[in-house]
């Protein structure tokens, strides 16, 4: 009974989908000394993607801005 | 960042610096043209959910060959006292910092191919698709990803991106009644959890009322595009059509506002009530569907107590049904309000734009303000009046049918308002998780 009750409790957990999500700690982008997070995302332009990490080996300036 | 580009050109050209944008905007058509207009060489990334966490914008940061911050907020203003020295022309390789572990990010290509129901693979499927999806484009096999995200849940940051994936799918072709109500709902619901994310709130300004603006959004669009054209250049097609309230500036009168003096309620002399007696035929939605969206002052969520508590923005969509089009040469549809006691508008009669030639199965948008008056100077009066929360109004349109007859309709509809807490001075300390700034003379 109880193996049997465990094993839908972890049906239950397996089958849910997840649904939790945690952005990336804004320090890490103004914190000296830090590591910047690797990120991969769109062009605005729809170029294609950009990732942080390939600009290892230069020195980058990021800006985070709105158009607004 | 015009200023960032014009300062770093040479240090790029010279390949001794690279820069990159990462945009916290819903639409990335409108950043595409800002960085066209400003002839910007460097790429803008999107990031509309906010995964990289910021709070605010714009927030610079110079970062050295390794990936450590060496330079955070640098001023443009002392670029040669600051920014050269101590960030341009150091050399890093020797400093400890390159072996510190980079913290986790998101690097779409690697959550692309997860399957469905992870919600990293729908954020990067989302993303990457969202970059192409216009009003008349679709999500096809994309969908069950961007409803996913809608479903979202469980922490501000959840449901602010639930809020996202809503208003996607409203500025896609396969927008659903509620959809944008659905966005601006959770974009509050996560601001009240969390009243220092300036983006957020940034989000439900832009299309909330004018004086809850701290500056108009897309004012620059329209002359953008007129330099971009005379410069010989296609200018970015921005493909959500701007809304009233996304260039409402707060230091401008409303367009129609009513004249000083008159009657409450009382209408524009060249706009009569259109159906005083009641008898147009109704339209129940056969022919027309009305969806509508009310976007409430964010002083509620702490910050900005400018905007009166009752203050909204109403945006209201007429979408045409399947078969039925807008004749071109009849006047534009009209929004009546009766407008209740102990509240204001500009007008009772808000007019949607005229159809254009070639879409004339395309959904009109307008959208107007409403604000309850402002209440007495002197200690509150507890004895005083509540103003309604719902409000009627009615849409009158010329529609044509398949067979080519066009008929005069009338659809009655209701505005609720709900009324937020009065402001207060602010989230206590630490209430959304992090601490709150000291006092400017804490360490005197």
Known sequence: MLFSLISLAAIAVTAAPQKTLAPMDPAVWTTPGARIPDVELPRVDGGGLVRLGDYEGKKLLLIHFASW | ?444
């Open chain 2, 1 to 444: 960042m015009p200023v960032w580009h014009a300062k770093t050109k040479a240090l790029v050209a010279a390949g001794e610096l690279a820069l990159v944008g990462i945009v916290h905007e819903q639409h990335p058509d409108r950043a595409a043209l800002f960085a066209q207009w400003k002839e910007f060489d460097f790429p803008l990334l999107w990031d509309p959910f906010g995964l990289t966490g910021m709070k605010v914008v714009p927030v610079v940061t110079a970062v050295d060959e390794t990936g450590v911050v060496r330079l955070p907020r640098p001023d443009p203003r002392k670029f040669d006292e600051q920014f050269r020295p101590l960030f341009a022309e150091m050399d890093f390789a020797a400093e400890k910092d390159a072996t510190t572990p980079r913290p986790e990010g998101f690097v779409l290509s690697q959550h692309v191919a997860e399957p469905p129901g992870t919600i990293h693979g729908s954020l990067a499927r989302v993303l990457q698709t969202g970059i192409s999806v216009g009003p008349s484009g679709s999500w096809g096999e994309w969908s069950k990803d961007l409803e996913a995200l809608m479903g979202l849940s469980g922490s501000p940051f959840a449901t602010f991106c639930a809020g996202v994936a809503y208003r996607m799918r409203h500025d896609s072709g396969g927008a659903v009644p509620g959809d944008f109500q659905s966005a601006l709902s959770s974009w509050s619901a996560a601001l009240h959890a969390q009243p220092n994310q300036y983006i957020w709130r940034r989000r439900i300004q832009q299309w909330g009322p004018r004086l809850d603006k701290p500056y108009p959004f897309y004012d620059w669009i329209d002359g953008a595009t007129v330099e971009v054209a005379k410069r010989g250049e296609t200018p970015v097609a921005v493909r959500a059509a701007l809304s009233g309230s996304e260039v409402a500036d707060k230091t401008k009168k409303i367009p129609g506002a009513r004249p000083e003096g008159a009657a409450l309620g009382s209408a524009p002399k060249e706009i009569a009530e259109p159906d005083p007696t009641g008898k147009l035929v109704r339209d129940d939605g056969a022919l027309v569907g009305l969806e509508l969206a009310v976007a409430q002052n964010t002083s509620s969520a702490g910050g900005s107590v400018r905007s009166p508590i009752g203050s909204s923005r109403v945006h209201v969509t007429l979408r045409p049904k399947k078969g039925t089009k807008w004749p071109l040469d009849a006047d534009p549809p009209l929004i009546w309000l009766e407008i209740p006691d102990l509240w204001d508008a500009a007008a009772p009669a808000f007019e949607f734009p005229l159809p254009k030639a070639g879409q004339e199965s395309a959904p009109l948008t307008a959208d107007f303000e409403l604000s309850t008056q402002p209440s007495k100077l002197g200690p509150p009066d507890e004895s005083a009046k509540m103003p309604a929360s719902e409000l009627k109004a009615y849409a009158v349109y010329s529609i044509c049918l398949e067979d080519g007859t066009c008929v005069f309709r009338r659809q009655d509809f209701s505005i609720e308002v709900s009324f937020p807490a009065p402001p207060e001075m602010g989230p206590p300390p630490g209430e959304d998780g992090e601490p709150s700034e000291p006092p400017k003379d804490a360490d005197k």
